[in-house]
């Protein structure tokens, strides 16, 4: 079992950079892969990025593709969404996910999700 707390967003102008952490508990963050999705009021939670437990295999959401990039620390058990050039679309509540074995894109896959951390891109 993994516990997952995220952390880095606020609130910056269109244009500017953000770097979220999420820290996971536990001994065997390694052999999860982990996800970014987000939801912004009054849409379905969405897929933004996912990563192999290795690190060495990525997906990114169309939408944030070339801009968002997402990188993990096993020795630090710590995923993270590097977020640029970013858009007032952007704006939402950000969560990470873990699930055993490979990447996926759906949401349902996931089974241990973190609060969520809150993400404002002002235009």
């Known amino acids: 079992q993994v516990q997952l707390v995220e952390s880095g967003g606020g609130l910056v102008q269109a244009g500017g950079s953000l770097r979220l952490s999420c820290a996971a508990s536990?001994?065997?963050?390694?052999?999860?892969?982990m996800g970014w999705f987000r939801q912004a009021p009054g849409k379905e939670r969405e897929f933004v990025a996912t990563?192999?437990?290795?690190?060495?295999?990525?997906y990114y959401a169309d939408a944030v593709k070339g801009r968002f990039t997402i990188s993990r620390d096993n020795a630090k058990n710590t995923l993270y969404l590097q977020m640029n050039s970013l858009k007032p679309e952007d704006t939402a509540v950000y969560y990470c996910?873990?699930?055993?074995?490979?990447?996926?894109?759906?949401?349902?896959?996931?089974?241990?999700w973190g609060q969520g951390t809150q993400v404002t891109v002002s235009s």
């Open positions: 996910a873990a699930k055993q074995g490979a990447t996926a894109l759906s949401v349902s896959l996931y089974n241990y």
């Open positions: 536990g001994r065997t963050f390694s052999s999860y892969a």
């Open positions: 990563i192999s437990w290795s690190g060495s295999i990525t």
